[in-house]
C-alpha cells in the first residue's frame, strides 16, 4: 500500500511537471511506473481521470492559440483508433496488456531517438487525411497507454506551424481524445472509484508540478533531461516486457 502511494505521488506529479513545460517525454513515464505496481488495466483506468483533469491546465495555458482545423481532422481517426484498442483490452489478459503497454512505450523511446532524422528524411506534401492516419494511430496508443504523443507530433511538426500553436494543438487534441476515451473505459469496467478515492488526496500534486515544471524548465537542460528520461522509460519498457 506504501509502494502504491508514494509511486502514485510521483506519476500525479510527474503528470504536472510534464503539463508544466517538460511535454511528453516525461508524461511517457506515468503509465509505465504505475504498472510496476497495479495490474496494467487499473493503471490506465485510475490515470485517466488524472490526465483530464491535468488537461485543465495544459489547455488554459494555451487558450486559443491552437488549429482548430487541426484538431477536427484528428479527431475522427481517434475515434477509429480508440475503438480498435478498446477491443483489444477486451479480449486479453491484464498480462498481455502489459506487455503490450510496454511495446508501446519502447516504440515510443525508438521514435524519441530517431524523431529529427525521420522528420528531416521525409518528403511531405500536406493532406487532410494525413490528420485521420495520425489520430488513428495517436488514438489507439493512448487509449492502451496514454502515449499518444508521437504520431500526432509528427503530425503537427510536418504542418510547419508555430511553436506555441503546436503545444496548444496538442493540448485541446488529447483533452478531447482523454473524453472520447470516457465511455470505452466505463464500458471496460476500467474505473475503480475506490482506488481514485485513495489518490485523490495527492491531486495537489497537480497544480504544484505544473508550477514547478514551468520554473524547472527555464533552468534545466532540456536536452539533457530528456535523454535521462528516455532512458528511464527504456529500462522501465524492458521490465514490462520481460519481468
Known amino acids: 500500500m506504501i509502494t502504491f502511494l508514494i509511486v502514485s505521488a510521483l506519476v500525479i506529479f510527474i503528470i504536472g511537471l510534464a503539463k508544466g513545460g517538460f511535454g511528453g517525454t516525461l508524461g511517457a513515464l506515468a503509465t509505465p511506473l504505475m504498472t510496476l505496481v497495479m495490474p496494467a488495466d487499473q493503471v490506465i483506468g485510475l490515470l485517466l481521470p488524472i490526465l483530464m483533469i491535468a488537461d485543465v491546465f495544459a489547455v488554459a495555458s494555451h487558450w486559443q492559440r491552437w488549429d482548430s482545423r487541426l484538431v477536427l481532422w484528428l479527431i475522427p481517426g481517434s475515434i477509429l483508433g480508440t475503438a480498435i484498442a478498446s477491443i483489444f483490452i477486451a479480449t486479453v489478459s491484464a498480462e498481455v496488456l502489459q506487455r503490450g503497454i510496454g511495446l508501446v512505450v519502447l516504440l515510443f523511446v525508438l521514435y524519441r531517438i530517431f524523431e529529427r532524422r525521420l522528420v528531416r528524411t521525409l518528403l511531405y ?119
Open 125 to 243: 506534401r500536406p493532406r487532410n487525411w494525413h490528420g485521420l492516419v495520425a489520430g488513428s494511430i495517436g488514438g489507439f496508443t493512448s487509449t492502451l497507454a496514454h502515449t499518444g504523443g508521437p504520431p500526432i507530433s509528427i503530425y503537427l511538426l510536418l504542418q510547419n506551424i508555430q511553436p506555441r500553436v503546436f503545444v496548444a494543438t496538442s493540448a485541446l487534441f488529447f483533452t478531447v481524445l482523454n473524453w472520447i476515451k470516457v465511455p470505452s473505459y466505463f464500458y471496460l469496467g476500467l474505473f475503480d472509484l475506490g482506488q481514485l478515492w485513495q489518490v485523490v488526496w495527492l491531486l495537489p500534486l497537480l497544480p504544484l508540478g505544473v508550477w514547478a515544471g514551468k520554473i524547472i524548465a527555464e533552468k534545466v537542460n532540456k536536452v539533457v533531461f530528456d535523454w535521462s528520461i528516455i532512458a528511464v522509460l527504456a529500462l522501465t519498457a524492458l521490465l514490462l516486457l520481460f519481468r
